[in-house]
């Protein structure tokens, strides 16, 4: 599901990116030093997501992370970082912000019709 209109602010904060991000949720998976752990996208943009998780990684964690496109395509697979920790006592929803790292033109393709077409996913 999306909210088509995107926001300055995020979490109550003065959004600092230089790019906005939509709230997009759609089913995602962190992978991790050989771990996976499923989590859902609260935002998204070309250069970044926010997930919802309650097992933070630490900052500057090297992630893969696999955006689901629904059962008739490939899942997205990018490289991340993770630059931030929400959490639920800093009024934010629990989880992390992630950088992608190495997004082709491609994949930026990918990212914005997921961002523009959420329910393509489905």
Same mark, same amino acid.
């Given at each position: 599901?999306? %909210?088509?209109?995107?926001?300055?602010?995020?979490? $109550?904060?003065?959004?600092?990116?230089?790019?906005? %991000?939509?709230?997009?949720h759609?089913?995602?998976?962190?992978?991790?030093?050989?771990? +996976?752990?499923a989590? =859902?996208?609260? /935002?998204? +943009?070309?250069?970044?997501?926010?997930?919802?998780?309650?097992?933070?990684?630490?900052? $500057?964690?090297?992630? =893969?992370?696999?955006?689901? %496109?629904?059962? =008739?395509r490939?899942?997205?697979?990018?490289?991340?970082?993770?630059? %931030?920790?929400?959490?639920?006592?800093?009024?934010?929803?629990? $989880?992390? $912000?992630?950088?992608?790292?190495?997004?082709?033109?491609?994949?930026?393709a +990918?990212?914005?019709?997921?961002?523009?077409?959420? /329910?393509a996913? +489905?």
């Amino acid at each position: 599901m999306v %909210r088509p209109a995107m926001t300055g602010e995020f979490h $109550g904060e003065t959004e600092r990116r230089a790019r906005l %991000r939509a709230q997009v949720h759609i089913d995602a998976e962190l992978r991790a030093s050989g771990t +996976s752990l499923a989590v =859902q996208t609260l /935002d998204l +943009s070309g250069h970044g997501v926010f997930v919802r998780t309650a097992r933070p990684l630490p900052v $500057g964690s090297m992630v =893969q992370v696999v955006l689901r %496109r629904g059962p =008739q395509r490939n899942p997205l697979v990018l490289a991340a970082e993770v630059v %931030r920790i929400g959490t639920p006592r800093e009024g934010r929803a629990p $989880g992390l $912000g992630l950088r992608f790292t190495g997004v082709t033109a491609i994949d930026e393709a +990918s990212l914005q019709t997921l961002i523009e077409r959420p /329910d393509a996913s +489905s």
